[in-house]
T-cell receptor, first 111, second 114 residues
Framework: DVKVTQSSRYLVKRTGEKVFLECVQD?????MFWYRQDPGLGLRLIYF???????EKGDIPEGYSVSREKKERFSLILESASTNQTSMYLC??????????FGPGTRLTVL | DQQVKQNSPSLSVQEGRISILNCDYT??????FLWYKKYPAEGPTFLIS?????DKNEDGRFTVFLNKSAKHLSLHIVPSQPGDSAVYFC?????????????FGGGTRVLVKP
């Protein structure tokens, strides 16, 4: 059974803190993705990676960075968290030309 | 500028009746379309997909229709069940693009009343 796990389900941070969100998949997928979900806006792509150490900007990369040192792990970094980054963060993985599998999400609140 | 739009934010339907969810897109390069279902506090789960070479794909109670000339697709759920109450997202991609990137619509919240 396919599995994508995210390091935290709920996270509360203060403005200016550095935040790490980790995602691990056990399906040996090439591609991994980070989205944020906000009401009425659907899922918006932040960054994605199609290979180890490779990264591509999505639609809303500002204020975020990513790291993919191993095939199974994709990290999202908020260098200096701001209140407008309060959101649900979703990680996904996919083999080429197939549907994406999502993790359970991390609800991040920045105070 | 949203390339994938779901113009109905919510839909309420009686159990046993048909649910019809609509989705419009603007990018003519999109050639693969998917529907995802999302329950609260869970990640989205894949429901059904359709390639641009087809105009219909069916899987049990779920059917997706694609009208390429109108850049429109719809998801039909027949019959609707209370467990179908969730948020549904339409997504589109270009199969030839690297990385399997998806562009999502804003979602439609479906409530199936018993």
């Amino acid at each position: 059974d396919v599995k994508v796990t995210q390091s935290s389900r709920y996270l509360v941070k203060r403005t200016g803190e550095k935040v790490f969100l980790e995602c691990v998949q056990d399906m040996d997928h090439e591609n991994m993705f980070w989205y944020r979900q906000d009401p009425g806006l659907g899922l918006r792509l932040i960054y994605f990676s199609y290979d180890v150490k490779m990264k591509e900007k999505g639609d809303i990369p500002e204020g975020y960075s990513v790291s993919r040192e191993k095939k199974e792990r994709f990290s999202l970094i908020l260098e200096s968290a701001s209140t407008n980054q309060t959101s649900m963060y979703l990680c996904a993985s996919a083999q080429n030309y197939n549907e994406q599998f999502f993790g359970p999400g991390t609800r991040l609140t920045v105070l | 500028d949203q390339q994938v739009k779901q113009n109905s934010p919510s839909l309420s339907v009686q159990e046993g009746r048909i649910s019809i969810l609509n989705c419009d897109y603007t990018n003519s390069m999109f050639d693969y379309f998917l529907w995802y279902k999302k329950y609260p506090a869970e990640g989205p789960t894949f429901l059904i997909s359709i390639s641009s070479i087809k105009d219909k794909n069916e899987d049990g109670r779920f059917t997706v229709f694609l009208n390429k000339s109108a850049k429109h697709l719809s998801l039909h759920i027949v019959p609707s069940q209370p467990g179908d109450s969730a948020v549904y997202f339409c997504a589109a991609s270009e199969l030839r693009a690297a990385g399997n990137k998806l562009t999502f619509g804003g979602g439609t919240r479906v409530l199936v009343k018993p």
